[in-house]
């Protein structure tokens, strides 16, 4: 039985009048409190507390499906990772096909196939480390556009122009000397710039230094920046929309049918145990695979119509792109096994304006990735990510980077923004499934032939899915901002201004490239990539405001008004928190209880550290968190379990 009562010193008396001892000392005190429990649980059922029955209730319908420490059944695990690896799939498989035509490889199709498996691989192995040891989250990595930019401005450079002759596909052999040292040369560069700019994010990870940055930031920067990961990919959603809109309306259509309408039905599917041998058992398939079954009845119908010749066979006609033979034999061209392996381009160099390039690429990922955790603890049901957590993940991205840089993908890695808003569709915030999404990713980057598979895809299809995914992502932002006092004409200019100015910048100065000549390349290079990118420019602008504009009075009032007193609550390390805490963010295989053991743990920024006060028992729980409840000023509802 639940019954919903406000915190107070008077409750906790009424709760320990549950458990009344008749004695002949306190029988006459239980006996009154008792009528007075039994006269407030019926308001409570009957009065105005009924609302928040129904509330708890409706919050129940809603509660996640697994919860991020949680571990579905195996066919679970590779359905679910299926699908998280379907939603990367467009933005990974993008980076490679983009760079390549810096790299000369417009005509090398084996090539190119060769950087998807690399960085499908690298992808999944750096999942791997962030999910094991990095933030915890259940939160997938891959390529970063934020590197891709530099990257690209690099090799616009006069020097590494490509020849005339690697743009005339019959002039190229692309198993010639020539021709790999063009392309190779360059990857080098690349490689050796990415692998010293990642250096700067493992120190700033594992230093500690964003988790000291993270306490100038509050609701009023997270907000815009996880709002505008989601606003700032609007161009890449209808770019890949418009070669179709019909079939990227029916995608959206099927994953918001199956996320919001259908998630409440259940589905008998066969199943057999050695109790129950074989029996029917009842799933809630939709609101398990809203995206994975979206994708794949678009697909089917989209090569249903390829087959019968519905959509124009014309390369330049509207609607060519939802055909899912656009990409020729890809298939029977592929190679059934490929290994990657550190250094397979060559001994990677260095270049100065590369490596500042790509220091602003990797700043702008950090904010990002920051506003990724505290979206993907949201949605995954989670505790906030405490600094060590946050430390790791950032150093841990860090290592991700450099990897990457020495496998040669060509880019970086970061946290992908798209499965953050997977979880809030799916309502499955199992990091193990994340596990079995990286593991995918590796295998795909070892064999060739299922990448090839999923290149058949249709552009569309992709395009629809992103309609969905990247207004979750900008709602799950938004959602941070009731913490602040939205009342406040200071806050309502702060998250308006940072949110226009993210959206403004970035579009004026992506029309005029050339606008910003300060006749210093790689300072040129440095805030174009800043500029455009809308995250880092609303983030530093809600920052800049948040942390120097006054309140109405100094010093507590405005830590109530800007939202920090109540931020800081939510991120209080108490010992209920703790506890859940601990069971997210600490390192695996016992480390933290060996690490803990040693005084010298606190000093290190990344390692989790605990007093024995705060390593509380799960059995104790209940009584230390109606204490820390009854000292708190504020009068919120709580629920209290009464077991028979």
């Not at 989250?137 to 020097?159: D, V």
């Not at 990870?205 to 990919?233: E, H, N, Q, W, Y």
Request: hydrophobic share 45%; aromatic share 10%.
């Amino acid at each position: 039985i639940h019954h919903t009562v406000g915190r107070s010193r008077l409750n906790n008396e009424l709760v320990t009048a549950g458990n009344i001892h008749y004695n002949s000392h306190n029988c006459a005190k239980s006996l009154l409190l008792l009528l007075i429990w039994e006269k407030m649980s019926d308001t409570a059922v009957n009065g105005v507390r009924k609302k928040d029955v129904d509330v708890s209730r409706e919050d129940g319908r809603n509660k996640l499906a697994y919860c991020v420490t949680d571990i579905p059944p195996w066919y679970l695990c590779i359905f679910l990772g299926t699908q998280h690896y379907l939603t990367a799939f467009g933005g990974i498989i993008a980076v490679p096909l983009i760079l390549s035509q810096g790299l000369c490889l417009q005509h090398d199709s084996l090539t190119q196939s060769h950087l998807i498996s690399t960085i499908f691989f690298v992808s999944g192995l750096c999942t791997l480390l962030q999910v094991t040891f990095g933030v915890r989250l259940p939160i997938l990595q891959g390529g970063t556009f934020t590197l891709l930019l530099p990257t690209m401005a690099l090799l616009s450079m006069p020097e590494w122009a490509c020849p005339a002759w690697t743009q005339n596909a019959s002039l190229v052999n692309a198993s010639s000397p020539e021709f790999i040292h063009v392309w190779q040369s360059r990857m080098q560069t690349i490689q050796g710039s990415i692998m010293v700019g990642s250096m700067f994010q493992v120190l700033v990870g594992f230093s500690g230094l964003i988790g000291i940055f993270m306490r100038f930031i509050g609701p009023l920067t997270i907000a815009p920046t996880i709002s505008l990961i989601g606003l700032s990919l609007y161009d890449s959603a209808g770019r890949s929309s418009g070669t179709h809109w019909g079939i990227s309306v029916m995608t959206a259509a099927l994953i918001v049918l199956f996320s919001q309408y259908l998630r409440h039905v259940a589905v008998p599917f066969p199943t057999y145990s050695k109790e129950k041998k074989l029996h029917t058992s009842w799933l809630y398939i939709f609101q398990i695979f809203p995206v994975l079954l979206g994708i794949t009845l678009s697909w089917l119908i989209c090569h249903l119509l390829t087959v019968c010749n519905v959509l124009p066979s014309n390369p330049t006609a509207y609607g060519y792109m939802a055909r899912t033979d656009t990409k020729g034999d890809v298939i029977g061209q592929a190679p059934l096994f490929f290994f990657p392996y550190p250094g397979q381009w060559g001994v990677p160099s260095v270049s100065l304006a590369g490596v500042l390039g790509i220091l602003a690429g990797v700043i702008s990922s950090m904010i990002e990735s920051v506003g990724d955790y505290h979206a993907c603890a949201r949605l995954a049901g989670a505790p906030p990510p405490p600094r060590h957590a946050i430390n790791r993940g950032i150093g841990v991205e860090g290592l991700g980077c450099l990897l990457a840089g020495a496998w040669g993908t060509g880019n970086g890695t970061t946290s992908y923004s798209e499965n953050v808003g997977a979880l809030g569709i799916t309502r499955v915030g199992s990091r193990m499934v994340i596990v079995a999404g990286g593991f995918l990713m590796m295998i795909n980057g070892l064999f060739g032939k299922i990448c090839a598979i999923f290149t058949t895809i249709p552009i569309p299809v992709i395009g629809g899915m992103f309609l969905v995914m990247f207004g979750v992502i900008t709602a799950a932002g938004v959602s941070n901002l009731q913490y602040a006092d939205m009342n406040s004409s200071r806050n309502i200019f702060i998250f308006g201004f940072s949110m226009f100015c993210g959206l403004v910048i970035p579009n004026w100065i992506t029309k005029n490239p050339t606008a910003i000549a300060t006749g210093i390349v790689e300072l040129d290079q440095v805030l174009q990539v800043l500029l455009t990118t809308s995250m880092f420019v609303g983030g530093f602008m809600g920052f800049l405001f948040d942390n120097t504009i006054p309140g109405l009075e100094r010093h507590t009032r405005t830590k109530r008004e800007r939202g920090i007193t109540a931020w800081n609550k939510v991120h209080e390390d108490d010992p209920i928190t703790t506890m859940e805490s601990r069971k997210v963010y600490d390192l695996p295989f016992n480390l933290t209880e060996r690490f803990t053991s040693s005084s010298w743990v606190r000093y290190i920024p990344f390692c989790p550290s605990y007093t024995s006060s705060e390593l509380v028992s799960p059995e104790n729980s209940d009584s230390l968190s109606s204490i820390r409840e009854d000292e708190r000023p504020n009068v919120t509802p709580i629920i209290i379990s009464v077991s028979p």
